[in-house]
């Protein structure tokens, strides 16, 4: 989990940050985990229908990678695995949370811009 410290002009931190939820649906996954605690593979990609099933394995193996989640195996038939936050990617809550906040106000403002233009 090698990852580039920043350590320059002002921004630099943001460029920290985004090297670990950079990626379409980084932001998303971690926040269904968020919501969910765990989570298998079928749930997630249920509550990302817009995200295809090799981007979907693609960016939980970086997040894994990176050790922002845990993945649990369990063998059966068929097999199923678990994804839930680790503790360093709880940490990223606040940040998640923070998107989450922004988006509603986001979709709020612009859901009224459009209907002011109809």
């Known amino acids: 989990m090698y990852k580039k410290v920043y350590d320059c002009q002002q921004g630099c931190p943001v460029e920290s940050t985004l090297q670990f939820i950079s990626g379409k649906w980084k932001s998303v996954i971690l ?18 229908p817009g995200c295809s099933n090799r981007m979907l394995a693609l960016q939980l193996r970086e997040l894994e990678s990176d050790g922002i989640i845990k993945k649990t195996s369990h063998p059966g038939t068929p097999p199923k695995t678990d994804y839930e936050l680790s503790n360093f990617g709880k940490t990223l809550i606040p940040v998640i949370t923070a998107m989450d906040s922004w988006g509603i106000y986001y979709n709020k ?3 009224n811009a ?5």
Do not use: D, P, T, W
Not at 37 to 48: D, E, P
């Open 109 to 111: 403002i612009a859901s």
């Open 31 to 48: 926040y269904h985990l968020m919501e969910e605690k765990v989570c298998h593979f079928g749930n997630l990609k249920r509550q990302i």
């Open 114 to 118: 459009l209907e002011s233009k109809m």
